[in-house]
């Protein structure tokens, strides 16, 4: 299985840039597709983006296509999410986690991390 913990966020204007990253404990983790998530306030959580186990094929919600890039680095157990022209409505918390397809969740969630994006 594969434990992810989120980091990176943090608070920027509209416009900005931000990183996440999502380090996953588990010896197997460059076996699994991985995605990320995320839930604004009063919101169902929701499919962002996904990466096959060889980093190979991405996928992307229409909403952040061609401001976000998914990656990976299965040497260090990492996955990240390079967030561009951050709009105030990607305002949420972002979890990752394993994926079975790109909008299905596999294993557990993390603690996620903040993203505030201000106008």
């Known amino acids: 299985q594969v434990q992810p913990v989120e980091s990176g966020g943090g608070l920027v204007q509209a416009g900005g840039s931000l990183r996440l990253s999502c380090a996953a404990s588990?010896?197997?983790?460059?076996?699994?597709?991985m995605g990320w998530f995320r839930q604004a306030p009063g919101k169902e959580r929701e499919f962002v983006a996904a990466?096959?186990?060889?980093?190979?094929?991405?996928y992307y919600a229409d909403s952040v296509k061609g401001r976000f890039t998914i990656s990976r680095d299965n040497a260090k157990n990492t996955v990240y999410l390079q967030m561009n022209s951050l709009k105030p409505e990607d305002t949420a918390v972002y979890y990752c986690?394993?994926?079975?397809?790109?909008?299905?969740?596999?294993?557990?969630w993390g603690q996620g991390t903040q993203v505030t994006v201000s106008s």
């Open positions: 986690n394993a994926v079975r397809t790109p909008g299905t969740p596999l294993g557990s």
């Open positions: 588990g010896r197997t983790f460059s076996s699994y597709h």
């Open positions: 990466i096959s186990w060889s980093g190979g094929t991405t």
